[in-house]
């Protein structure tokens, strides 16, 4: 089974600041790791994903995250936080390849002080 | 065109009652989904099917009854509605291409009074 970790539920930065969003996986095979945004009252946004090839993806809205196997990590950047950012984010990894069922974390609120 | 569309956006009904959710995608998929998000935000796939074939069924009370008409189209039945139905719901759809990209509807919010 696959599985998959937020560190922190609710993460606070200020405009401006460094926006650091943690994922740890558990795959017992190569994983597909993804990250999502939902807005408030809408639905699931994709950011970016990691499939194979290059660790460091980039997403929209200058996001990037970078896989690194050997922490079983996937964390979510962004260099400089804007009002908009905030946002419900969700990691997830894709599980039963070829039925591509996505396991979610639990979600982390991204809140952003003005 | 929305890829994946889902009626109705939202839904307020009395438990007890018996309702419907629909989705449908135009992306010329094989597979399709249903998650349901729920008060704390998570996650979680229901059912899925392959062609129109139920593939995956996570544990869920068989008051959930998915149907799928044709590989377009997956429609959501919950019978004898209970509060803690209460959630949103989430149609997607992928293809067997293998990027792994699963393409989300706009989730159906139901409300369970």
């Known amino acids: 089974a696959q599985s998959v970790t937020q560190l922190g539920s609710h993460v606070s930065v200020s405009e401006g600041a460094l926006v650091l969003l943690r994922c740890n996986y558990s795959?017992?095979?190569?994983?597909?790791l993804f990250w999502y945004v939902q807005y408030p009252n809408q639905g699931l946004q994709l950011l970016l994903k990691?499939?194979?090839?290059?660790?460091l993806v980039k997403g929209i809205n200058g996001f990037e995250a970078e896989f690194k196997k050997s922490e079983t990590s996937f964390h979510l950047t962004k260099p400089s936080a804007h009002m908009s950012d905030a946002a419900e984010y969700f990691c997830a990894v894709i599980s039963n390849f070829g039925n591509e069922k996505l396991t979610f974390g639990t979600g982390t609120r991204l809140t952003i002080i003005p | 065109d929305t890829a994946v569309s889902q009626t109705p956006k939202y839904l307020v009904t009395q438990m007890g009652n018996d309702k419907s959710i629909k989705c449908e995608q135009n992306l010329g998929h094989d597979t399709m989904y249903w998650y349901k998000q729920d008060s704390k935000k998570f996650l979680k796939i229901m059912f899925s099917?392959?062609?129109?074939?139920?593939?995956i069924n996570e544990t869920v009370p068989n008051r959930f009854s998915p149907k799928s008409p044709d590989k377009a189209h997956l429609n959501l039945h919950i019978n004898s509605l209970e509060l803690g139905d209460s959630a949103v719901y989430f149609c997607a759809s992928s293809s067997r291409d293998r990027s792994g990209l699963i393409y989300f509807g706009e989730g159906s919010w139901l409300t369970v009074v």
């Open positions: 795959s017992s095979v190569p994983p597909y």
């Open positions: 099917y392959n062609n129109k074939e139920l593939i």
């Open positions: 990691y499939t194979t090839g290059a660790t």
